[in-house]
């Protein structure tokens, strides 16, 4: 398994730009890549999926590479054309980055399942990084497959040597998993974002031992690191145990979904609700800028209280600070940048 993908969780770092201020909050940034290794996660995963430029989103990449030195892994998301997502590899790969999650390439409806692999294989033979295919419902590959997933190309690039995982995103349903895992899992490691079905199909196929690139802090803290816990259990084969932890933070794993399900079959995310997790367990926070017609929730009152309440459910305690802090960042915060400084405050309210 060439990347390095541990028996732990991986992470998302969302510390970019602020409406109203210039550049990359880059302390913000390297607070967060600190945050990762305190929660016990195995990497650091750096999203493109919010409004920040190419230039900004490499150097986003080189900042969260520097600060994890060799304590942590980092990886990148990558979607769009063939191109691009060469060019991003290209670069993620001379910064040091480990592995990349790739989507399915953007470009003309394909007409056959050959086609679907030859876009594929010119992405993934352009790098040595380890790959993480992306296990979530393409529509136009549905064809192939009624799930939207190219189980039969999977199963072919499941040989290559530097291809070494599938996530298998949140709102999948166990059956898809099950025959992805049935395909897949006697070469690949296989990462369920939904929690819930880790230990059945842990207990029938191997390679589960992984889950990552999803909010994870919505689900633990560094004091009381649960999915982190949970994971390393399950990876021993004591299953018995892990249920055990399992109960513990199951509110978590219920809320998560509830919230991000909806939005994730309309390929969207409540990004200022996740943003809210990470500060709440001591990350940056900060609202994030928009792409241009790019739909995502308000994050309001309410669901800031149920955010924290669901914490307290389990025993955590969320950090104890003005929401103010959340708004511009911690670091940002820190230096008395407050609300009035920004020029607009999307997704608060």
């Given at each position: 398994?060439?990347?390095?993908?541990?028996?732990?969780?991986?992470?998302?770092?969302?510390?970019?730009?602020?409406?109203?201020?210039?550049?990359?909050?880059?302390?913000?940034?390297?607070?967060?890549?600190?945050?990762?290794?305190?929660?016990?996660?195995?990497?650091?995963?750096v999203s493109p999926s919010t409004g920040v430029s190419l230039a900004q989103r490499r150097h986003l990449v080189e900042i969260v590479r520097e600060e994890s030195g060799?304590?942590?892994?980092?990886?990148?998301?990558?979607?769009?054309?063939?191109?691009g997502q060469i060019e991003d590899l290209a670069h993620a790969e001379k910064t040091g980055c480990s592995h990349a999650l790739i989507r399915f390439p953007e470009g003309p409806q394909p007409e056959s399942e050959e086609e679907v692999h030859a876009r594929f294989?010119?992405?993934?033979?352009?790098?040595?990084?380890?790959?993480v295919l992306y296990g979530s419902d393409v529509p136009a590959l549905r064809r192939f497959h009624p799930s939207g997933i190219p189980v039969n190309v999977f199963d072919r690039l499941a040989n290559v040597p530097n291809v070494v995982a599938v996530k298998l995103t949140h709102v999948m349903n166990v059956t898809t998993a099950y025959q992805l895992c049935e395909r897949l899992s006697d070469r690949l490691i296989l990462g369920p974002v939904n929690l819930d079905h880790v230990p059945v199909l842990a207990k029938n196929y191997r390679?589960?031992?992984?889950?990552?690139?999803?909010?994870?802090?919505?689900?633990?803290?560094?004091?009381?690191?649960?999915?982190?816990?949970?994971?390393?259990?399950?990876?021993?084969?004591?299953?018995a145990d892990s249920l055990k932890v399992y109960w513990q933070m199951q509110p978590l794993v219920q809320a998560i979904y509830d919230l991000q399900g909806p939005y994730l079959l309309h390929e969207s995310h409540p990004y200022a609700h996740l943003k809210y997790h990470q500060w709440c367990t001591g990350g940056n926070g900060g609202l994030l800028p928009l792409k241009a017609g790019q739909y995502m929730p308000v994050l309001r009152a309410d669901a800031r209280e149920l955010i924290r309440g669901n914490y307290k459910k389990v025993g955590i305690s969320p950090v104890d600070e003005p929401e103010e802090e959340f708004i511009v960042g911690k670091m940002n915060y820190s230096r008395g940048i407050r609300p009035s400084n920004l020029s607009s405050m999307p997704l608060y309210a």
């Open positions: 398994m060439g990347c390095g993908i541990s028996q732990r969780h991986g992470e998302f770092v969302h510390a970019f730009v602020f409406v109203g201020l210039q550049g990359l909050d880059e302390e913000g940034i390297r607070h967060d890549v600190r945050q990762s290794i305190k929660h016990g996660f195995c990497a650091c995963s060799n304590k942590i892994l980092t990886s990148v998301i990558t979607g769009g054309t063939v191109q294989r010119e992405v993934i033979d352009s790098t040595s990084l380890g790959i390679h589960i031992q992984w889950s990552g690139q999803w909010i994870v802090e919505s689900v633990q803290s560094p004091e009381k690191p649960f999915a982190v816990e949970f994971m390393n259990l399950v990876a021993k084969g004591r299953l």
